[in-house]
């Protein structure tokens, strides 16, 4: 079956510090790969997706790239905000699933000033 | 545009009541919607998918007899958490689907629900 593994949080950072939070995942087929953003007490908003491979996906000065080889789509930021501080959602739409989404766990990230 | 509202935003309600919760697209069209529970600070769990005009599909684990959905019409689909118990207690949320928005899930604020 489909699954998307990312890392664990809590990550905690400063202002201007670089961002990484790694996501790989197991799918049939050719998915399409997300990010969802949430931030405290609101709803999950899609923050980039890529739906090939090679694609590169960004918003918010936010990139990650689908990498058919090693399976991973994981997001950078090279200079974080305390705006970023919220959860950081990977997810997968594949195959027989059709518009189903296969979130990770969710990264937890703290930007400190 | 594409935005996805639900209501209640919370509720609290008693042990054996039951509970509405709504999940309307305000400026499309949904005929596929989802529901989903995440518990605090973990993943969101896929509930169900809701398509208008039939029933809803239910993941495996989940009482379709406890969690009613109805899509009756493009712009709104409902759950109802019948006879409430403190285990039910969660954040719920809902995503539309548009046509030719294919794989992408638009996300309502969420609804959290306390059963005491």
């Known amino acids: 079956g489909n699954s998307v593994t990312q890392m664990e949080g809590p990550v905690t950072l400063s202002e201007e510090a670089f961002l990484t939070i790694n996501c790989t995942y197991t799918?049939?087929?050719?998915?399409?790969l997300f990010w969802y953003v949430q931030y405290p007490g609101e709803g999950l908003q899609l923050l980039l997706k890529?739906?090939?491979?090679?694609d590169k996906g960004s918003n918010k000065g936010f990139e990650a790239t689908y990498r058919k080889e090693t399976t991973s789509f994981h997001l950078e930021k090279g200079s974080v905000q305390v705006s970023d501080s919220a959860v950081y959602f990977c997810?997968?739409?594949?195959?027989?699933?059709?518009?189903?989404?296969?979130f990770g766990g969710g990264t937890r990230v703290l930007v400190k000033p | 545009g594409a935005v996805v509202s639900q209501h209640p935003s919370w509720v609290i309600c008693k042990s054996g009541t039951s509970v509405k919760i709504e999940c309307r697209s305000l400026?499309?069209?949904?005929?596929?919607m989802f529901w989903y529970r995440q518990f605090p600070k973990q993943s969101l769990m896929l509930m169900a998918t809701s398509n208008e005009g039939s029933k809803a599909t239910y993941e495996q684990g989940v009482e379709k007899d406890k969690f009613l959905i109805n899509h009756a019409s493009l712009t709104l689909s409902t759950l109802t958490v019948t006879s409430a118990h403190p285990e039910d207690s969660s954040f719920y949320i809902c995503?539309?689907?548009?046509?030719?928005?294919?794989?992408?899930?638009?996300f309502g604020p969420g609804t959290r629900l306390t059963v005491l």
């Open positions: 799918a049939t087929g050719y998915p399409s």
């Open positions: 400026d499309f069209q949904a005929t596929t």
């Open positions: 997810a997968l739409s594949a195959g027989a699933a059709g518009n189903k989404l296969t």
């Open positions: 995503s539309a689907v548009g046509p030719g928005r294919y794989n992408e899930q638009f």
């Open positions: 890529a739906t090939k491979a090679d």
